[in-house]
C-alpha cells in the first residue's frame, strides 16, 4: 500500500458527512432511528480512517503524524475512536451525529493538500512517536468534551423554550452530558500530561514554542477544571467553556509544524 490513501480518506469523509445528514433529515421528520442504524455510517468512516492511516504509516515508516493534514484525520480518527470507547458508557448515542460534521470538516481541509507520504527511515525515539500520538489522542479527548459541551447547550436551549422536538428527546439529559464533559476534559488532560512528560525524554527535546504551546493547552484545561470543582462552576458555564477551550488546541495544531 503505497501513495497518499486519498481514496480512503474520501470515503471516510463520505460515510461521516452522510450520516450526519441523514440523521438530520431523520430528527427533522420527526422519525426515530434504530441506534445501529447511526452507528453503520460511523462505523464505515472510521474504518475508513484505519485504512488511511495504515496505508500512510506503512508509506512512510512511522505513526502518520509527519503533515499538517495526516494531523487532522489523526485528531479525527482520535475523536471517533475515544466515542466508539466512551459514548455507551457516558450514555450519549447521539454524540456521533454531533461528531460527524467536526471530521468532516478537519478531512474536507485536509484533503486539498494531501501529498504523497514522504518516507521515512524507522523511528529511532520511540519517545517522539509515544510524545506526539498521545497528545493527539488528549486532543481527541478535548473534541470530544467540546462536542458534549455543544450537546448541553443545544439541549439547554430547547428545554427553556419548551420545544420538545424530535432532537430534545433523542440528546442525553442535561445531567449526563455535564458529567461527560468534565470526565472527557479529564481524560484529555491525564493524557497531553503522559504526551508532554514523553516529551522530555526524546533524543532531541521539543522546541521552546512546542513546548509553550502544549503548556498553554494544559493549563487551560487544568484551570477550567479547578474553578470547576473548587469554586463551583455551573455545568452550563462549564459547558460553554468547554467549547471555547478547544479553540485553543485548534490553534495549536495549525501552528505546529512536523
Given at each position: 500500500?503505497?501513495g497518499?490513501?486519498?481514496?480512503w480518506?474520501?470515503?471516510?469523509?463520505v460515510?461521516?458527512?452522510?450520516?450526519?445528514?441523514?440523521?438530520?433529515?431523520?430528527l427533522?421528520?420527526?422519525?426515530?432511528?434504530?441506534?445501529?442504524?447511526?452507528?453503520?455510517?460511523?462505523a464505515?468512516g472510521?474504518?475508513?480512517?484505519?485504512?488511511?492511516?495504515?496505508?500512510r504509516g506503512?508509506?512512510?515508516?512511522?505513526c502518520p503524524?509527519?503533515?499538517?493534514?495526516e494531523?487532522?484525520v489523526?485528531?479525527?480518527w482520535?475523536?471517533?475512536?475515544l466515542?466508539?470507547?466512551?459514548?455507551?458508557a457516558?450514555?450519549?448515542?447521539?454524540?456521533?451525529?454531533?461528531i460527524a460534521?467536526?471530521?468532516s470538516?478537519?478531512q474536507?481541509l485536509?484533503?486539498?493538500?494531501?501529498?504523497?507520504a514522504v518516507?521515512?527511515?524507522p523511528?529511532d525515539?520511540?519517545?517522539?512517536?509515544?510524545?506526539?500520538?498521545?497528545?493527539?489522542?488528549?486532543y481527541g479527548?478535548f473534541?470530544?468534551?467540546?462536542?458534549?459541551?455543544?450537546?448541553?447547550?443545544?439541549?439547554?436551549?430547547?428545554?427553556?423554550?419548551?420545544?420538545?422536538r424530535?432532537?430534545?428527546?433523542?440528546?442525553?439529559p442535561?445531567?449526563?452530558?455535564?458529567?461527560?464533559?468534565?470526565?472527557l476534559?479529564v481524560?484529555?488532560?491525564?493524557?497531553?500530561?503522559?504526551?508532554i512528560?514523553?516529551?522530555?525524554?526524546m533524543?532531541?527535546?521539543?522546541?521552546?514554542?512546542h513546548?509553550?504551546?502544549?503548556?498553554?493547552?494544559?493549563?487551560?484545561?487544568?484551570?477550567?477544571?479547578?474553578?470547576?470543582w473548587?469554586r463551583?462552576?455551573?455545568?452550563l458555564?462549564?459547558?460553554?467553556?468547554?467549547?471555547?477551550?478547544?479553540?485553543l488546541?485548534?490553534?495549536?495544531l495549525?501552528?505546529?509544524?512536523?
Open positions: 500500500m503505497t497518499s490513501g486519498w481514496i480518506l474520501v470515503i471516510s469523509t460515510f461521516f458527512l452522510g450520516g450526519f445528514v441523514q440523521a438530520v433529515l431523520s427533522r421528520s420527526g422519525r426515530f432511528q434504530p441506534p445501529a442504524a447511526k452507528l453503520v455510517a460511523m464505515v472510521f474504518v475508513a480512517q484505519c485504512m488511511f492511516l495504515a496505508v506503512q508509506a512512510a515508516g512511522r503524524i509527519t503533515s499538517p493534514q494531523i487532522l489523526f485528531v479525527s482520535s475523536a471517533v475512536l466515542y466508539f470507547l466512551l459514548g455507551r457516558f450514555r450519549l448515542s447521539l454524540l456521533g451525529m454531533f460534521p467536526m471530521v470538516l478537519f474536507l485536509a484533503l486539498p493538500f494531501l501529498r504523497t518516507v521515512h527511515h523511528a525515539d520511540y519517545w517522539l512517536e509515544m510524545h506526539a500520538s498521545i497528545s493527539l489522542l488528549a479527548a473534541a470530544l468534551a467540546c462536542i458534549a459541551g455543544v450537546m448541553f447547550l443545544v439541549q439547554d436551549r430547547l428545554l427553556h423554550r419548551g420545544d420538545l424530535a432532537l430534545s428527546y433523542e440528546l442525553p442535561v445531567t449526563n452530558l455535564a458529567t461527560a464533559i468534565v470526565r476534559m481524560i484529555g488532560l491525564i493524557l497531553l500530561s503522559l504526551g512528560a514523553s516529551g522530555f525524554g533524543a532531541r527535546p521539543p522546541s521552546g514554542v513546548l509553550l504551546l502544549s503548556v498553554a493547552v494544559w493549563l487551560s484545561y487544568s484551570v477550567l477544571l479547578a474553578v470547576k473548587w463551583g462552576l455551573p455545568s458555564e462549564t459547558a460553554r467553556a468547554a467549547v471555547i477551550a478547544f479553540g488546541p485548534v490553534i495549536t495549525l501552528m505546529l509544524e512536523h
